[in-house]
């Protein structure tokens, strides 16, 4: 029983760490924004509608937004932690 615990504060300590939540932000973020992106260029890239090149200036663009985008949500994340351990 006392391995356990003390593998639950190890953990617990763990998430309190800023650079280990970033992390796992980053690493979500990635995944969820990711797929989205490879369907979306997937779909522009098979249609027959769309010449090839708009799937390459997609995913360009989609470069440049994805890190405005992570910067926003990482920026409201810190607000949120910074009022929870404020009270």
Not at 20 to 46: D, H, K, N, P, Q
Not at 71 to 79: G, L, M, N, Q, R
């Amino acid at each position: 029983m006392i391995g356990w615990q003390n593998q639950m504060g190890r953990f617990n300590q763990l998430m309190q760490n800023p650079l280990f939540r970033s992390f796992l932000l980053f690493s979500a973020f990635r995944a969820v924004y990711g797929m989205g992106i490879l369907v979306v260029t997937w779909f522009l890239a098979t249609s027959d509608n769309t010449p090839f090149w708009f799937s390459i200036i997609f995913l360009l663009f989609s470069m440049v937004f994805s890190r405005v985008l992570f910067k926003f949500i990482k920026s409201k994340w810190k607000k949120d932690d910074e009022s929870i351990t404020s009270t």
